[in-house]
């Protein structure tokens, strides 16, 4: 059986910096690797260098987490698509001063 997948939210955006902000969340039947019943990218990257600097997934097995500018990765507690959203927006906008100041 085919899981039901329904397009949430999908964006993405050249920032002022010249880095990319793409979010791409997806609402499916809930299932053994996604009990939340949602399946999520949402990725801050500089398309130059190709640097990945803050990604947030949940795919399986590690189920959620986010990874950071130094390959690191880290447990992500998901409580809603908005916090979701909220938590990857602030903490890009922490990468993009960082990346900005060491630009210059």
Partial sequence: MLAKTELLHKSKLILNSGLVEEIVIWKISKNKQYPDGIKYRLLLADPVWKKVLVLFDNHPPKGHHRHDANGAEYPYRFI?????????????????????????
Wanted: aromatic share 8%; proline share 0%; net charge negative.
């Fill in 80 to 104: 809603s698509v908005q916090l979701l959203i909220k938590d990857f927006l602030r903490l890009g906008k922490i990468m993009e001063m960082q990346y900005e100041n060491n630009e210059n």
